[in-house]
Structures are given as C-alpha cells and as structure tokens.
C-alpha cells in the first residue's frame, strides 16, 4: 500500500486578521467605551468593542467601528499653520512646530506678565478638563471653561445643588432592579451604548420604559410609552407628578426624615436679612421641631421624630415652619393641577394621574429588598437595603431651556419624594459622587485673585453659597469674559462658552489680548448665530484697523469651520495617536459598584506634522515657566509629554490622574506614590481599571457610613459629614435677600427683580423666555434638535462611512400640522425666527409634538469645510436651526441684554427657540439657505476623494 501523502493544497482557510491586536479607549462619542483595535501592515484594519470593559462589555456602535474613517479622513490637519491674510479668507502658510510653539509661548508671556485675565482659555467636547483648568490655574486667568455651559450644566447643576450628583457620569440607574423607568429630553446621546445595553436589559425582564420628548427617534421609538410632549414644559409635567403624589399621599415620608432637609426648619420673617433662611442651633445645626420631645433639637440627631408641617416658635419669638411644609404649599399650587397643565404640556391630565400612580404603584408595592446589613452615618445598623425600583435619565432636552435648572430640580425632587435615590432599583451615585449638595469647591477669579506672572489661587469653576462666592467687584461688575459666577448667571459652574466671543469682540466686561481654543467648533454648529460669531472673530477697531480680538490660537485635530478665523493653529492629532486619560479627578468612567478609570494609548504613529495637544500645552507650561510645569533649575518637568504627567502628577500628595496600580509597585488604590510602570500596568489591564466596591457600601452612598469613610480616605470625599438632599436651597435664598439688599454684596439695580424671581429655593416651572418674544401668532412653533445615532455633534461629517447615513438634514414636521399649513411632504420651506431665516426641505412624521419641528444636529457644513467637496450634500442640502438662534435676548428697560441663558446658571438656552414655517416659492427649492462663502483648505490639504483599504476608491461627495 502506498504511503499516505499530504494533499497538495495551497488554500487560505482563514486570513489572519492582524498582525497586532491593541487595546484602547473610544473617542467617537463621550461614552468613552474599551476597544481592541486590529492593525495589520502598520494600518488600522477593525476595531472591535472590549469585551472586559466595564463602559460597554463587548458592545461597540456604529460610530465606534467607524473610528477608522475618523483617524484617516482628509480633513485631518497636516502641519503647523500661520495666518498670513485676513481671517476667514484660509490664507495660511505652513510653519514648524518651533516656529508654532515660539510664537504661542510670546503671545501668552506677554499677556501673562502683563495682565492674565487678558487671556481667555476655553475648551469644547476634550476629556482632559484635569489638565487643561489646572493649566490655566497655573497660568493665571480667571477665563477658563469647558463646553458645560452650552451642553447640560443645568441638569450636572441642579443634581449638585440638590443632592450631590447627577446622571450620565455622575450617575446611573439600578438598571438589574429598577421596575420603571423614565426617559427626559434624551435622544441617543448622553450616552450611547451604556443605555443602549441597558434598555436591552429592561426589555428582557418587561420593564415599563416611558420616554418623553417631543420626538419620537432613537430610545424613545423603543418606549413602550412616549410622551410627546411640548418642548420646555417638562418642568411642569413633573410638578403635576409631584402634586399627584402629594395629593394621594405616596412619598416616602421615612426616607425625607432620613436623607432630606425636609423637616429643617425655615425663618418666616419678612423683611428681616436672615428671613428664609435654616434656623440653627448655636453649633450651627439645622433646627427641626421634634414631636417626641415637643421641643425644638437638632436636625441632625438620630433619633428624632421631626414635624413635617406647622409652624413653631424658635428660641428668638419668631416663627418658622418646615421645609415640607413649603415644598407641599408650593406643588399642591392649583397651577400644578394635572387639567392646569393639560394644555400648555400638551399631555392630557389623565396620562398625568395614570404615570403618578403607575410610579407610587413601583415604588412602593414592589419594593426591591436585598439582605445586605449596612451603617447609616448616624451609627445605626440597618439589616436590609431596601429600595424604591423606579429609575430615571434626563439629559439635555430638559436641560438647554431658560427654565432648565428649576426643571432638573424638579426631577430630582420627584425622585426623592419617591425615595429612589441611591437605594436598589433607583438612581445609583457613580464614585467619586456624591459630593455635598453643594460640594465645598468655590470659583476663583476675584480681583485680588488674579496677579500678573502669578497662578490663580484655586480652580476656576465651582458652586457658590452665596453673594459673598460670586467673581463680582464692588460695583457689582463680572470679573469673567464669559461673565460666569456675575450677576448675569451666579450659579454658572461650567462657565458660559457660548458668550466669550461677543462679549471678548465687545470689550464687555473687558478686551482681552488671546482667545486659545481647543476642539470647539465655535465658527459654526457651537455658536448661537452663527454668522454674528464670526463678524465678531473678524471685527476690526476701525482707528486702528487691528481685529478686536487681536490673536486666536486654535488646537483641533480637523478642519472644522473656525479654522479659517483662527490666526495659528496647532495640529492635534487623532484618537488613536495618542495618550489620554479618563480620570477621577475628571470625568471618570464608573460604575455604580465602583470606581473606574481608562487611558487611551497610540495604537499608530502620526504621518503628519502633528502632536497631541496635551503634550502641547504642557510644552506650553513649561517655555512658558508655569508652577508645576517646571522643575527649579527652571527644565520641563514633564518632558516626556503627557504619558509622564499621567504618571507622576500628584495633585495632592499620592493622589494623581490616574487611581489604579499606584504605589512604587503598583499595589495600591487611589492613594499613592507615582509608580513609573503605571502605563504598563494599565495596558496589561485592557487599558482601564475597576476598583470593586464589597457589597455593603454599593447602596445608600450618600449615607452609608463605611462607604463615606472609605471615600475619605481614598482622597474622593473631604469630609465624612454625610449628603442631606436639599429639597430647599438656601445658597439660593441667599442670592434672594442680597437682590433685597442685605447683606455686603449685593446686585446692582438692573439684576434685582430678575434674581429675586429665579433664585426661589423651592424649584418652580416659568415658561422659557422665547415664549413671550414676538407673540404666538408670529413665531408658534417650536424648533429642536436631536443628536443621530450615527454622528457625535460634527464629529462625524468627515466620516466617510457615517456621512453616508446622515449626509444632509431635513426639516421634520408632524404631517397633520405640516397640511394645515398647506405643505406637503418634501416641500420646501423658510424657517423664520425673531433674528433670520433658514429654508430647508420639509419631511413629515406622525412621531413628533403637533407645535414642535426638529432636525439632525450639526449635519449642515459649510462647502469646503471638513474635507468635503465643496458642493457635499452636507452643504447643499443640510442646514443648522443655529442660524435662528439669538445669543441675546432683547433688551431689558435701560438697554441691557443678558445671554440667552438661564439666569440661574447661564446654561445656553438652545431648545427655547420660536419660528414659523412658510412654503417656499417654487423657485427657490432645491439648495438650503443661508449660503457661506466657500472655505479654502489649507495648503498640503489632499483631494476630498481617498481611497482606503484594497478596495475601491472612496468618494465623499
Ligand atoms: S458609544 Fe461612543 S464611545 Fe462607545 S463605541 Fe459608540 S462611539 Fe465609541
């Protein structure tokens, strides 16, 4: 018999998918999701999701997998660029990075010997807000802030003032325990995936999910409820919850006792400077009357049985009555009858009463009780965590309304009221949250804190108490560019990006020398109208013929639309060039059974002249000679860039970016000596780290004892005093007396009415302010946007992948209403509000609120921007509602024009806005309005048209 030969076969039966597999962290959206990243012949072939990362377990959407078509688009910045016409005209020439770095680092010396406030340092969507504010603290200028104030400061604001945290990063529902769960002013961001895997959950298991938006896409197509409700009345639909429950007596009347200041007591005595105030003892300590004793004790004592209503005689004779008592007299207000807000919510008041009870109906006949023993901070031992089941997420289209922070404080109450924060089945803190309500933190940027060539004395942002916490000079005037922690917006604890260039353009409060932008594209889809933003980047002094905002340096990775206005740019590179991190002292990544942190390591080396911005900036610091920048001898002390900073930073002793692997071995958490392995570390580890929490402090954070002192003793918490809820804010009574005139600070004339009105302790719903512009009868509809699936504001419009999905907008309107009007499906149209017009094609829907319209967020482009042909879809057929919106309200009597904010915390005010919808003339169809001047690239820019991969060209038109 012959022997046996092997086959001559020479076939593949499987292609080896890479020659590398890395692991790192998503920059496609905030979610900040693990990935692997498969590279084969030095270029990115796959990413796929991590399947060990606590953000998304494996998951990985269609923005993430098209990270590929984000790090090879030909809008990425090539080299260094020098303005050489004039600003807009994309007249630059290349220079060296030297020549880059020398010219930044004299433009901010002379400005910082000289005057620091003259620099203005602001940042969009980056997620390393650690280094970029502890820079600018270090620099000196009181004008830092990230991108808060135009995205969801109201609803991060109104969590921190109420009970010490927030959703999203700050926090999460109970997602394995909850029974109901409600969705707020949430599209498909804020977050993706994290919710996307949870709202699978809660389909698994049939649990009720009610969403209300005025548009039925993304979450809220998959509701088994929707809500359409009117844009802005969100705060109003929740009171009448409230009332409901007030009205039917289902709240958790232990928990107030336990976690709230509800049965604090509160000064009645008109007139008198301490009138509304806590009463307290001499300690200090809220006073509450206790039922038991029949006297008056400390709030604070355990075993109080406290009044909830009345009204009791403090030691001084005068009266006082509690919190709850306030809190019911103002929703059992007939104004928050369910048939009162029928109509203005657009939410019949039989629909009101059904979710109220379907809510008391979760969380007090199917209360989730797990057997874990657990301290309260007061010492007593609990032998079960028992929880109220009904979750809840809100994000931005509650949040960016004039009315948004009273809304979001309405939301927590109802929580609260519910008994559902931080308990099994609720809402659940994410470490290092909570914080106290408010935290201890205060701005910085009064005018004996800013000197010339000196650091200022503390972080810019933070959460006033009162007038004496506000950055105001004697005369009451703001001592920020964007005006944040004035008169104008007191409680502004992410800043107010959106007002730096009209108000820098102006003089108003002051000129500045320096406008420094980072990744934010505030020349088109960042700015409230649009072209005033860049007639105010363009503005001249015309006795001298200099721009009145004399030099812009601006850091992004892309040629977005504020490249051309910029005077030097400095080239970033992409996600997947870099080092990055995800940190505690930031934005961190937890969960809500422990904390978490991830970093973003290069998985390929730029191919152009372009470095990471964080390596810039320290670079920055140090020619500069900023504290903590440089060693004595005066040499960088950071010089191996970034990934040296994550290492051996320590903003407090042992305490750094990053928590993981600490400690000359790496052993320790949170605490400890730089370790120099770290990096390492954490790339062994899948590019993150978890710490788990032991079961007993999972829940009840704000309360529990062991976990409070845990968090003590990790450097996240300062103090062990535990998290009361304030249902009632007595920082904003403060503001109120000082707008009375007590007190040593107090506003100017004009301020006063507006914040007595704003600053009431007890939330309470106003209509936004667009509603009384122009009358109904000009401007009746409503006008939104929504943030696609696909596409993370502009980010994705180079994508050649994503773009496909969403290459130009229309202009969604309900059909009923769109007949009414006599316009037919695909007509098109002018949208016309108080300050311009936009025309767009119509497309009807049935999913959408009968007064509101809604398009994609930041699909318009202007031709030749991003790398795009210059007749894109993107620019010929998409449109932004941005053009519409005022970044002024009109003038108030004696000629002042406030931002077009809330005046609580000067959160933009982009979904207030009014229009009305006309035909277009047959004539005029077929290209949106307004038209741009067509950008030019920058030199070296390549074709719009690239191929990728072994395939075929790929055209982006
Ligand atoms: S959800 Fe965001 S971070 Fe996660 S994969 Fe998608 S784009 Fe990336």
């Given at each position: 018999m012959p022997a046996y030969t092997e086959p001559n076969i020479d076939a593949h039966?499987?292609?080896?998918?890479?020659d590398e597999i890395k692991t790192t962290t998503c920059y496609?959206?905030?979610?900040r999701c693990g990935i692997r990243v498969f590279m084969k012949d030095g270029k990115v072939r796959y990413i796929e999701g991590n399947?060990?990362?606590?953000?998304?377990?494996?998951v990985l959407c269609g923005k993430g997998s098209a990270g590929i078509m984000q790090h090879y688009s030909p809008a990425r910045l090539r080299a260094p660029l020098l303005r050489v016409?004039?600003?807009?005209?994309?007249d630059f020439k290349e220079i060296s990075w030297d020549e880059a770095l020398g010219l930044a680092t004299q433009w901010l010396g002379e400005v910082r010997q000289k005057d620091p406030r003259k620099l203005a340092f602001f940042t969009g969507r980056d997620q390393s807000q650690s280094l970029t504010g502890w820079w600018a603290m270090m620099y000196g200028t009181p004008n830092f802030a990230a991108h808060g104030g135009f995205c969801s400061v109201n609803m991060a604001a109104a969590g921190m003032y109420t009970f010490g945290g927030s959703f999203w990063e700050f926090g999460d529902t109970d997602w394995d325990h909850t029974r109901y769960f409600m969705l707020f002013?949430?599209?498909?961001?804020?977050?993706s995936n994290p919710i996307k895997i949870a709202l699978g959950k809660l389909k698994q298991r049939g649990v009720k999910i009610v969403a209300v938006n005025p548009v039925r896409t993304g979450y809220s197509a998959i509701?088994?409820?929707?809500?359409?409700i009117k844009p802005g009345t969100d705060g109003l639909f929740a009171a009448a919850l409230i009332r409901e429950l007030l009205r039917t007596e289902q709240i958790d009347v232990g928990y107030l006792v336990r976690y709230?200041?509800?049965p604090w007591l509160v000064i009645r005595d008109?007139?008198?400077?301490?009138?509304?105030l806590i009463a307290r003892d001499g300690n200090g300590n809220p006073l509450a009357f206790d039922t038991a004793a029949n006297a008056l004790a400390s709030?604070?004592?355990?075993?109080l049985e406290p009044a909830l209503s009345g009204t009791f005689t403090l030691a001084d004779g005068r009266q006082a009555v509690p919190v709850f008592q306030l809190l019911a007299e103002r929703f059992m207000a007939?104004?928050?009858m369910p048939e009162a807000v029928a109509k203005a919510t657009g939410v019949p008041a039989e629909a009101i009463r059904r979710i109220a009870a379907e809510l008391a109906h979760a969380a007090f006949k199917e209360e989730v009780v797990l057997d874990i023993p657990w301290t309260d901070w007061t010492g007593r031992r609990h032998d079960q965590m028992i929880g109220r089941p009904v979750g809840m997420h809100a994000m931005r289209g509650i949040s960016a309304h004039a009315n948004g922070f009273h809304t979001c404080r309405i939301l927590h109450i109802l929580q609260i009221l519910l008994g559902s924060i931080d308990c099994p089945g609720g809402f659940r803190y994410k470490t290092?949250?909570?914080?106290?309500?408010?935290?201890f933190l205060k701005p910085r940027g009064k005018p004996g804190d800013v000197q010339a060539g000196k650091p200022l004395p503390?972080?810019?942002l933070g959460f006033p108490?009162?007038?004496?916490?506000?950055?105001?000079d004697a005369a009451g005037a703001p001592q920020r560019i964007d005006k944040?922690?004035?008169?104008?917006?007191?409680?502004?604890?992410?800043?107010?990006?959106?007002t730096v260039i009209a108000n820098a353009a102006k003089g108003d409060p002051y000129p500045i020398d320096v406008l420094f932008l980072y990744m934010a594209n505030m020349g088109w889809?960042?700015?409230?109208n649009p072209p005033a933003t860049l007639a105010h980047l363009t503005d001249?002094?015309?006795?001298?013929?200099?721009?009145?905002?004399?030099k812009v340096i601006y850091s992004d990775a892309y040629f977005s639309e504020?490249?051309?206005?910029?005077?030097?740019i400095l080239p970033d590179t992409t996600y997947l060039e870099r080092w990055d991190c995800i940190s505690l002292l930031d934005r961190p990544i937890s969960e809500p059974d422990g904390p978490a942190d991830a970093i973003r390591q290069p998985v390929v080396a730029p191919d152009r002249d372009v470095r990471a911005f964080q390596d810039v900036l320290l670079d920055l610091g140090a020619r500069l000679g900023l504290p903590g920048m440089v060693k004595e001898d005066g040499?960088?002390?950071?010089?191996?860039?970034y990934p040296d900073y994550i290492v051996n930073?320590?903003?407090?002793?042992?305490?750094?970016?990053?928590?993981?692997?600490?400690g000359k071995s790496g052993g320790?958490?949170?605490?400890?000596d730089p370790n120099p392995r770290q990096l390492e570390q954490y790339i062994a580890g899948g590019c993150f780290h978890i710490h788990h929490l032991p079961a007993h402090m999972r829940y009840f954070k704000h309360a529990n004892r062991d976990y409070i002192s845990w968090a003590v003793d990790k450097g996240?918490?300062?103090?062990t005093t535990p998290v009361i809820f304030q249902l009632y804010s007595e920082p904003m009574q403060k503001m109120r007396l000082a707008a009375r005139g007590h007190g040593a600070v107090v506003p100017p004339e004009q301020h006063r009415a507006r914040i007595e009105t704003y600053f009431d302790p007890l939330p309470f719903w106003y209509p936004p302010?667009?509603?009384?512009?122009?009358g109904e009868a000009d401007f009746p509809i409503n006008a939104i946007t929504q943030r696609p699936m696909a596409m993370y504001h502009s980010w994705g419009s180079q994508n050649a992948w994503l773009r496909q999905i969403h290459g130009s907008n229309r202009l969604y309107m309900n059909r009923a209403r769109a007949l009414a009007l006599g316009i037919a499906d695909d007509e098109w149209v002018w949208i016309t509000s108080r300050i311009g017009r936009v025309k767009a094609q119509i497309k009807h829907m049935?999913?959408?609120?009968?007064?509101t319209v809604w398009t994609w967020n930041a699909i318009g482009k202007r031709a030749?921007?991003?790398?795009?042909?210059?007749?894109?879809p993107e620019a010929t057929r998409g449109f932004l509602l941005n053009h519409l919106i005022a970044e002024l309200l009109p003038e108030q009597a004696g000629g002042y024009r406030y931002s077009?904010?809330?005046?609580?915390?000067?959160?933009?005010?982009?979904?207030d806005l009014k229009v009305r919808v006309e035909r277009a003339a047959?004539?005029?169809?077929?290209i949106t309005s307004p038209r741009f001047e067509t950008l030019i690239a920058p030199p070296s820019s390549p074709s719009p048209h690239f191929s990728w991969g072994e395939g075929k060209q790929g055209a982006r038109r």
């Open positions: 039966l499987s292609v080896k998918p890479a496609m959206c905030a979610c399947r060990d990362h606590p953000v998304n377990r494996g016409g004039e600003r807009g005209s994309g002013g949430v599209a498909e961001d804020h977050a509701a088994d409820e929707w809500i359409g709230t200041n509800a008109p007139g008198a400077p301490d009138d509304g709030a604070l004592g355990p075993d007939d104004d928050y290092p949250y909570p914080k106290l309500a408010p935290p503390g972080p810019h108490t009162g007038p004496d916490d506000l950055l105001v944040a922690f004035s008169w104008d917006a007191p409680f502004s604890a992410h800043g107010l990006m959106h889809n960042s700015s409230m001249k002094d015309p006795a001298t013929g200099a721009y009145k905002i004399p504020t490249v051309p206005y910029a005077d030097l040499t960088p002390k950071f010089p191996g860039g930073h320590e903003r407090r002793p042992g305490i750094g970016p990053l928590a993981g692997y600490r320790d958490y949170a605490k400890g996240f918490r300062i103090t302010f667009e509603d009384g512009f122009g049935e999913g959408v609120n009968p007064d030749g921007a991003w790398g795009l042909d210059q007749d894109a077009n904010s809330d005046p609580v915390t000067g959160q933009a005010a982009w979904y047959d004539q005029e169809t077929g």
